[in-house]
Every structure is written in C-alpha cells, then in structure tokens.
C-alpha cells in the first residue's frame, strides 16, 4: 500500500565537548591526488577492493584504491550527469544518483565496469542520495523535489514531503535511517516506514548544509557539514563529540573546502573534501 507522510600528530582543530577531551580522535592519513571533480558520496564495495566515489564534475563513478586513493578505474561518463551517490542493494547491484538526469540509474558491476539495467525516476527530481534496503526497498532523496521516495520493485510505495533539499540516507544499527535534510540544517531519524523519530537541529549542532554521512556500529554518526567546512562527529545520544575543520575554506590535514561524503569501515573514514577536488582519509582513534 503507498503511504505519503509529510514533514512540517598535526595542526589538528578538534572541538569537543565538555568532558570528553580526547575520547575521540580523526587522525589524518592521506589525500588524494587531484584527478576528481567535485566528489561527493563514497561506499566500498563489498570485498573492500574499490572505494568507488561519486565524482560529480567527471559525471561518473570512480573506483579508488582505498589504501593508496589512485583511480583505478571508471564508468557512467557517457551517459550520466551530474554522479552524486551510490550504493549496493542485496544483490550486489549498484544503484547511482543520476541527478541532473533526474534519476536513480542501476548497473551490474563487472570489475570497475557497470553494465546499465534499470532506472528509478518516478515522482523524484534531482536524487543526490539513494540507500537500498534488506528487503528490497530503494529510498532515494530528491534534492529538487525536497521529498524522500520509497521505491519496491520500481514502484512508488511511500513517501516524505516537507522536506528541504534532503541529501544522504543511512541505515541506524537498530534498522532506522538517517536522513541529512540539508536545506534546513538538520538531520531527521526516520523509521524504514518514513515516520520522523527524532530531530538533531538548532544551536547544538550548528547545522549549515549538513549533506552527507555514515553511522558507526555504536550509532555514532559521522557527517560532512558543507557550508562550515567541517566534518561533525555525533553520539547515537546526540550529543557533539568533535567538530574537525577551522570552519573556513582551507586544504591540508585536518582542513576542508564544502566537504560532502562520508565512508567508515572499521576505523578507516574516507571523506570527499569536495570543494579542493579530493578524497582524504582518516583514522579513529579512541581513548
């Protein structure tokens, strides 16, 4: 049945909060070269072979070396536009944001090559995230249409208004979704149903375009907040760990320019630090 809800060590700059004073750490480890344009999302692929990346300036999907960050391969340029997020569905499928095609393509992978066999459009208009359910269920975010669409089998089966250029999705460890509804500087805990279970928003956060994210198997939360140049690090509780970046425009260690993607597995977070055309990587240290 469809459902509609609507919704009304280096120079390092580490903020953190009150008692929390090295609990918590991203330690620079390496950048890559400049041979991206403007990347947004990244997932690994299931071996961890590739870091693919969605290099939006290049519209394709770059496949890096998740050690040494080299391009290892490509595809997508000749026909999309616009390459803002990837992600695998339970059949190793890769379903890609398409945005400025005003769709969500999908590819079976051979190597670093994508052969196309599908495509999701319906009532969505420029996606910039897509995440695949368990049960086969695609969510895809129209950062035009200021909705999140819910697709099964290529047809519409709900949906969120209300929203205001929504972004990334990611999927809780208890099987909610994270929804980064970037215009209004927030982000929204959704059941896989849609239904709004939590806000993270206002002064505490800070919030200034919060775009793309992953989410730890505690339920820490990592996210690329673009318009503050910085990367925000946020317990399942809510509370702000650490902010890393000056909050102004910088490159280097521990420096961003409108960062966007965020990819964590295990203690290794690749970040797309969007705006200096680069995939950086860091590492989790705890106390």
């Given at each position: 049945m469809r459902s509609i809800i609507t919704a009304t060590a280096l120079s390092l700059t580490l903020l953190?909060?009150?008692?929390?004073?090295?609990?918590?750490?991203?330690r620079?480890?390496?950048?890559?070269a400049a041979v991206l344009d403007n990347p947004h999302d990244l997932k690994l692929d299931a071996g961890q072979k590739y870091?693919?990346?969605?290099?939006?300036?290049?519209?394709?999907?770059?496949?890096?070396?998740p050690?040494?960050?080299?391009?290892?391969g490509s595809f997508g340029a000749d026909h999309q536009s616009g390459t803002h997020d990837v992600?695998?569905?339970?059949?190793g499928r890769l379903h890609v944001a398409d945005t400025h095609n005003n769709r969500v393509t999908i590819y079976e992978l051979d190597g670093t090559r994508g052969t196309l066999v599908g495509e999701l459009s319906e009532r969505v208009r420029g996606p910039e995230g897509v995440l695949a359910g368990p049960d086969g269920r695609i969510y895809v975010a129209g950062a035009w249409s200021h909705n999140v669409v819910v697709y099964r089998e290529g047809v519409v089966v709900g949906e969120l208004k209300g929203l205001r250029s929504p972004h990334d999705l990611e999927w809780t460890p208890d099987g909610n979704i994270w929804l980064a509804d970037a215009g209004n500087d927030r982000m929204l805990l959704l059941s896989p149903d849609l239904e709004i279970l939590k806000e993270w928003s206002g002064t505490a956060y800070a919030f200034n375009g919060v775009r793309y994210q992953d989410v730890l198997p505690d339920g820490t939360v990592i996210a690329a907040d673009k318009n503050n140049h910085q990367v925000k690090v946020i317990s399942a509780e809510g509370e702000l760990l650490l902010t890393l970046g000056t909050g102004r425009p910088g490159k280097g260690p521990n420096q961003f320019t409108t960062p966007e993607g965020v990819e964590v597995h295990g203690d290794l977070v690749w970040i797309s630090d969007s705006g200096n055309d680069r995939v950086v990587r860091y590492r989790i240290i705890r106390d």
């Open positions: 953190l909060a009150p008692g929390l004073a090295q609990a918590f750490e991203l620079f480890e390496a950048a890559s870091l693919l990346v969605s290099d939006v300036g290049n519209n394709r999907v770059a496949f890096l070396d050690a040494s960050l080299a391009v290892v992600d695998f569905d339970a059949d």
